[in-house]
Nanobody, 119 residues
Framework: QVQLVESGGGLVRPGGSLSLRCEAS????????MRWYRQSPGQRREMVAS???????WYADSVKNRFTISGDNPKKLVHLQMNNLKPEDTAVYYC?????????????WGQGTQVTVSP
């Protein structure tokens, strides 16, 4: 199995910055894509950013030019740098990994980290 742990959330004022961290651990696995999602009460879960094993990156329009996803070579340690935060960015942020684990394709999720942007 694979475990994902997010960290770095907190309370920040509009215009501030936070850096989220997601670390994957396990015995033997490969990551195809690491994704960041967010979800706030009453809203659907939405993908914010992703990075592939080949370092191809994608961002939701709502966070382009403000958020940056990055990762190490095997993409088992991924960061989401969030700048110029807005109140609408308030959500629980989750990382999710598309993996091949024990010869089987699986998706794993972290437990989430709360980001609150408040005046």
């Amino acid at each position: 199995q694979v475990q994902l742990v997010e960290s770095g959330g907190g309370l920040v004022r509009p215009g501030g910055s936070l850096s989220l961290r997601c670390e994957a651990s396990g015995r033997t696995f490969s990551i195809y894509t690491m994704r960041w999602y967010r979800q706030s009460p009453g809203q659907r879960r939405e993908m914010v950013a992703s990075i592939t094993s080949g370092s191809t990156k994608w961002y939701a329009d709502s966070v382009k030019n403000r958020f940056t996803i990055s990762g190490d070579n095997p993409k088992k340690l991924v960061h989401l740098q969030m700048n110029n935060l807005k109140p609408e960015d308030t959500a629980v942020y989750y990382c999710a990994a598309d993996t091949q684990d024990m010869g089987e394709g699986r998706e794993y999720w972290g437990q989430g980290t709360q980001v609150t942007v408040s005046p």
